[in-house]
C-alpha cells in the first residue's frame, strides 16, 4: 500500500498563492506518475496537472501559466505552485499517484485538502 498526505491547502484572496503538497509513504513501492486533480461542489473532478518521474508534465490549458508542478523522487513528494489564483480555483484538490510494488501496479489518491479562493 501507498499513502499519500496532502497539506498547504487554504483560505487565499483572490490574487494570492498557495503552495500544495503530496508526500507519499509505504513499502518497497515505485512511483512512475504523480500529479494532482481538483473537484469544486457539484462538478466533476478535473486534470490541474501531473508530472512524471523524469519531468515530463500535462496540464490542463486553464491553468497553463499560473499553476506549476514540481517533484522530489528522493523525497516522493509532489509539489503544486498556484498564483494568481480566482475564486474559481476553490476546489478540493487531490493528489494522485502511479505506483508499483513488486509487480503490482495501482493507482492511489489522497485524502485531499481544501483550497478557498475568496473574491
Known amino acids: 500500500q501507498v499513502q499519500l498526505v496532502e497539506s498547504g491547502g487554504g483560505l487565499v484572496q483572490a490574487g494570492g498563492s498557495l503552495r500544495l503538497s503530496c508526500a507519499a509513504s509505504?513499502?518497497?513501492?515505485?512511483?512512475?506518475?504523480m500529479g494532482w486533480y481538483r473537484q469544486a461542489p457539484g462538478k466533476q473532478r478535473e486534470l490541474v496537472e501531473r508530472?512524471?518521474?523524469?519531468?515530463?508534465?500535462n496540464y490542463a490549458d486553464s491553468m497553463k501559466g499560473r499553476f506549476t508542478i514540481s517533484r522530489d523522487n528522493a523525497k516522493n513528494t509532489v509539489y503544486l505552485q498556484m498564483n494568481n489564483l480566482k475564486p474559481e480555483d476553490t476546489a478540493v484538490y487531490y493528489c494522485?499517484?502511479?505506483?508499483?510494488?513488486?509487480?503490482?501496479?495501482?493507482?492511489?489518491w489522497g485524502q485531499g485538502t481544501q483550497v478557498t479562493v475568496s473574491s
Open positions: 494522485d499517484a502511479d505506483a508499483t510494488i513488486g509487480s503490482s501496479y495501482q493507482h492511489y
Open positions: 509505504g513499502r518497497l513501492f515505485v512511483i512512475a506518475t
Open positions: 508530472i512524471t518521474s523524469g519531468g515530463s508534465t
